[in-house]
């Protein structure tokens, strides 16, 4: 077997380590000074129909050559500065109106496991908890539910009952929720729904279920 490293050089642009089949090719690369792939594509601008047929040559790719870019891919590190690399690039760039709408059309109808929608949840809180030097997320939340649902507290004799104006909105970290509000005490959670909800019944009850199951609680819901 040849030896892989008998036959390298450097990129003369970022310095990468190059790999060559054979002592001709090596020259030949010598010769023409020749750069990596990545920067002999960095800064290339391409016609309007290259783009066109990569698009369609990805499009028409058979899951077989997928799987073995995926494959290919699996367990490749990315290093600091590379990535730090990305962000820059993407820093402060725009979207196009195309380019949003076909983003659009890719994730519309994609459909989310229960496990995968908790952990979105759970991450984006613990980012909002970061932003701004905020060492807290408070959620909105709307000031005229409150007397409703203390009100509602009351006639089931709840004495300790938790809101956004009574120490916070209570807070179900494993699922990434927050409740209108809660007694511990009697473990009931009260939900108001305004009146969009009307239009996300489903979501709502999906969630109602997870909270159930969670905290193993009554559920009680109040609607505008």
């Known amino acids: 077997m040849k030896e892989k490293t008998k036959w390298i050089r450097n990129c003369p642009n970022c310095g990468s380590v190059l790999f060559y089949v054979d002592k001709f090719k090596l020259n030949r690369a010598n010769d023409s000074k020749s750069k990596c792939k990545s920067c002999s594509l960095r800064g290339r601008v391409f016609t309007e129909e290259a783009k066109r047929n990569m698009s369609i040559a990805q ?56 496990e995968h929608k908790r952990k979105i949840r759970k991450s984006y809180c613990e980012y909002l908890k970061k932003c701004g030097g905020k060492t807290e997320f408070i959620p909105t939340y709307n000031k005229s539910s409150i007397p409703i649902i203390e009100a509602k507290a009351k006639e089931l004799g709840i004495t300790d009952l938790q809101h956004a104006e009574n120490g916070g909105e209570y807070h179900i ?52």
């Open 59 to 114: 499009q028409n790719m058979t899951d077989e050559t997928k799987s073995k870019i995926s494959n290919g891919l699996m367990g490749h590190r990315i290093s600091e500065e590379t990535r730090r690399k990305i962000s820059e690039s993407h820093m402060g760039k725009s979207l196009s109106t195309n380019h949003k709408l076909k983003l659009s059309e890719t994730l519309t109808g994609r459909i989310h496991s229960k």
């Open 173 to 224: 970290k494993e699922l990434g929720y927050w409740v209108d509000g809660y007694s511990a005490e009697k473990n009931i959670v009260i939900e108001y729904d305004e009146k969009h909800h009307k239009r996300q019944v489903e979501k709502d009850q999906r969630r109602q279920k997870e909270i159930i199951e969670n905290l193993n609680c009554e559920f009680i819901r109040i609607s505008e």
